[in-house]
T-cell receptor, first 113, second 112 residues
Framework: KAGVTQTPRYLIKTRGQQVTLSCSPI?????VSWYQQTPGQGLQFLFE???????NKGNFPGRFSGRQFSNSRSEMNVSTLELGDSALYLC????????????FGQGTRLTVV | GNSVTQMEGPVTLSEEAFLTINCTYT??????LFWYVQYPGEGLQLLLK?????DKGSNKGFEATYRKETTSFHLEKGSVQVSDSAVYFC???????????FGAGTTVTVRA
């Protein structure tokens, strides 16, 4: 059974640009959530989707957005990139509720220069 | 809201030493508790979990017991190996908020 796949693994962008990150969950999993990991702030929740509906959103500015498709694949978008957006972005999938087991991808390392 | 506090690192141990990482939580409901491990350059892997009070999660020699009375979920391993060097995260989730809340992470280094 394939794991959670995130693409791309590494990305370098310039301030002011926008970026789209992709996540393919484990087959059969309908919940996808996104986290930002930085040395200073640790792991912070961005948003969670279930069957194309956003059920929860973290405390991030509106520049951060996401969506989920009918096949459960998810994308997150960051517009008008800032240096502080440099981070490891992790996607996790689970079958249903997040209080069951969640499986993480390897992450996308975004560097903003 | 929900929150997790875990022991700050870094922690450096010799092989075969005993490891304990403290984790306490604050939650309004009855959360599930998790320990995740992150190896360099990788995502998070679930190490163990417990879904109700007094449950003990265990995996790869690691154990943690869900203590509701002390709101704790401390991670222990009796004899660590060099391969256990990683960052360990305590986390919780309940049915109402559809997310994991993580502690700050504890970096563990095991020396041969």
């Amino acid at each position: 059974k394939a794991g959670v796949t995130q693409t791309p693994r590494y990305l370098i962008k310039t301030r002011g640009q926008q970026v789209t990150l992709s996540c393919s969950p484990i087959s059969g999993h309908r919940s996808v959530s996104w986290y930002q990991q930085t040395p200073g702030q640790g792991l912070q929740f961005l948003f969670e989707y279930f069957s194309e509906t956003q059920r929860n959103k973290g405390n991030f500015p509106g520049r951060f957005s996401g969506r989920q498709f009918s096949n459960s694949r998810s994308e997150m978008n960051v517009s008008t990139l800032e240096l502080g957006d440099s981070a490891l972005y992790l996607c996790a999938s689970s079958f249903g509720q997040m209080n069951t087991e969640a499986f993480f991808g390897q992450g996308t390392r975004l560097t903003v220069v | 809201g929900n929150s997790v506090t875990q022991m700050e690192g870094p922690v450096t141990l010799s092989e075969e030493a005993f490891l304990t990482i403290n984790c306490t939580y604050t939650a309004t409901g009855y959360p599930s508790l998790f320990w995740y491990v992150q190896y360099p350059g990788e995502g998070l892997q679930l190490l163990l979990k417990a879904t109700k009070a007094d449950d003990k999660g265990s995996n790869k020699g690691f154990e943690a017991t869900y203590r509701k009375e002390t709101t704790s979920f401390h991670l222990e391993k009796g004899s660590v190996q060099v391969s256990d060097s990683a960052v360990y995260f305590c986390a919780l989730s309940d049915r109402s908020d559809y997310k994991l809340s993580f502690g700050a992470g504890t970096t563990v280094t095991v020396r041969a």
